[in-house]
């Protein structure tokens, strides 16, 4: 129990920023908490924090752990959720959101099995390609693919990802094949705009190390279904997920670039502003995309 205690009271520092913040969300005192932060700290034999009079901020031992604290709680939520939650039915409005592109092939398709096992709940679904500020926009779940830049939500990984950069054929006729991340700046790139989700640019594994790149662009758009369309045209290289243009290499219409270059999968998650008292509703839609995107057959039969 101590150690729980330890873990949810170092989630909620790092969520809250301060010691105050997150006594006064527990009713205790901010040396309680303190406290427990300094027996974690001296258990794991790592700094987790840097505290100072003004700010709290997390070491890098620190954002790794956070991530698994915060995995390791909302997984114990719902254990506990499946359990206690017995005849209960889920009830209620439920508000989600995800990238245009992905959304409209693997969330909405989704939608009406889901509702369909759950009459008594509604729901909203927001599809944009900018990064939607669940907290204070009253979003109850997101789906994100690719890097999660906010570590103070809570994730549950839904599947894995891959980026592929893609390019027509008659394109590379036209523009030759790159052969190196470097070489992306002399040629047309097709990117996500800045308000955009794509905020750290292209990742490649160059010399052993992940790389982020932004090309520079002739064309960008904030849609990325656009920037596939215009990379299937010919306009140009575009950076895509493999759900995206898998079908499309596949038939031989884009060609995989930079192959060797790849870096490691990311992953597609489900992103909720924290696990604590999460509603029914919002711990079934996850473990309903958990059940469906965890199934190799998916995939491999969802159509293009």
């Excluded at 527990?26 to 309680?32: C, D, H, L, Q, S």
């Excluded at 698994?68 to 989600?96: F, M």
């Excluded at 009406?112 to 979003?139: C, K, T, W, Y």
């Excluded at 990117?191 to 790389?211: E, K, N």
Aim: hydrophobic share 45%; glycine share 8%; aromatic share 6%.
């Amino acid at each position: 129990m101590a150690r729980l205690k330890q873990i949810e009271s170092f989630v909620a520092v790092a969520a809250k920023g301060s010691l105050t913040a997150a006594a006064n969300a527990e009713g205790v005192a901010p040396a309680v908490i303190g406290r427990r932060i300094d027996a974690l700290e001296e258990r794991l034999g790592v700094k987790l924090l840097v505290r100072t009079t003004r700010r709290i901020t997390l070491t890098h031992e620190g954002s790794a752990f956070l991530e698994d604290c915060q995995r390791l709680l909302a997984e114990l939520a719902n254990a506990e959720a499946s359990v206690s939650a017995g005849g209960v039915k889920a009830s209620g409005h439920l508000r989600i959101t995800a990238p245009a592109g992905f959304g409209r092939r693997h969330v909405a398709p989704l939608v009406p099995a889901f509702l369909s096992q759950h009459p008594d709940v509604s729901m909203s679904l927001n599809l944009s390609d900018r990064i939607v500020d669940i907290v204070n926009e009253g979003v109850d779940c997101a789906v994100r693919v690719g890097d999660l830049p906010d570590s103070s939500l809570v994730s549950v990984r839904l599947a894995e990802n891959r980026r592929l950069c893609v390019a027509s054929p008659a394109y590379l006729k036209r523009a030759g094949v790159p052969q190196h991340p470097g070489e992306l700046n002399r040629h047309e790139c097709l990117t996500l705009s800045s308000d955009a989700s794509q905020t750290r640019g292209w990742a490649f594994t160059i010399d052993g190390s992940v790389t982020h790149l932004r090309p520079a662009a002739r064309l960008d758009c904030s849609d990325g279904q656009v920037l596939h369309d215009w990379c299937v045209a010919g306009l140009g290289i575009a950076w895509r997920s493999t759900w995206e243009v898998e079908h499309e290499v596949a038939a031989g219409k884009l060609v995989s670039l930079l192959d060797d270059f790849a870096a490691p999968p990311n992953g597609i998650y489900a992103v909720f502003p924290h696990a604590k008292h999460l509603p029914l509703r919002v711990r079934l839609w996850i473990d309903f995309l958990k059940h469906t995107y965890g199934d190799a057959a998916y995939w491999k039969h969802a159509a293009p």
